[in-house]
């Protein structure tokens, strides 16, 4: 999850198993009623809820915190790596074409 953007279907298919986990079993076939809407289970502890993850938003915030380590230029291998390799002038903008995903 913070290496790749999960595609829609991927979490709605992960939470399908989640549920029917959580309320149902191994049976991914039982059609009895859930017992709690999903929304209400996601929430934080704190507000009511058992504090499950929402996989859309822990997706996304993981990615930004690998984009806010490659901007600041962390001393750590791949950032170092890629800088060296792609961005050699020492800056992004700077370039006449923009290379790599950015």
Not at 16 to 41: C, I, N, Q
Not at 57 to 62: D, R, S, Y
């Amino acid at each position: 999850m913070s290496t790749f953007r999960l595609h829609k279907s991927v979490i709605k298919q992960v939470d399908l198993y989640r549920k029917h986990s959580l309320w149902r079993g191994a049976d991914l076939h039982d059609k009895t009623p859930p017992k709690a809407a999903w929304e209400l289970v996601c929430l934080p502890k704190s507000e009511g809820g058992l504090g499950v993850l929402n996989l859309q938003t822990q997706n996304e915030a993981l990615l930004l915190k690998y984009l806010h380590k490659f901007f600041n230029r962390q001393d750590i291998p791949w950032v170092n790596l890629i800088w060296e390799k792609h961005y050699a002038n020492g800056s992004l903008l700077a370039s006449s074409s923009l290379k790599g995903s950015f």
